[in-house]
């Protein structure tokens, strides 16, 4: 999986997710606290909205319905399917 350009909206970050780390490591390395205790995408606690681009979903906590519309993520697990991704947070 090639690495992956990650906008921090809120926080003014641009960062990248290199092959093999989660969004959710790279964004806790660059400061932001963000939950994610479950770091398997069971429990929703690391949910992020999805400002632009299209998650790559890989979670067991959306629905299908929630999926399809890609308004939201779970960034321990999940990526993009494509290069970029602009996330509230």
Do not use: K
Not at 26 to 43: H, K, N, Q, T, W
Not at 69 to 82: D, H, K, R
């Amino acid at each position: 999986m090639p690495a992956v350009h990650v906008v921090c909206a809120t926080a003014g970050l641009d960062l990248v997710v290199p092959p093999g780390a989660s969004i959710l490591d790279v964004v806790r390395d660059a400061g932001l606290p963000v939950a994610g205790p479950c770091r398997d995408g069971s429990c929703g606690a690391c949910e992020t909205r999805v400002l632009e681009g299209e998650p790559e979903h890989r979670d067991a906590v959306l629905t299908a319905e929630e999926r399809a519309f890609g308004e939201t993520m779970m960034i321990c697990v999940s990526g993009a399917q494509g290069d970029r991704l602009v996330l509230d947070l």
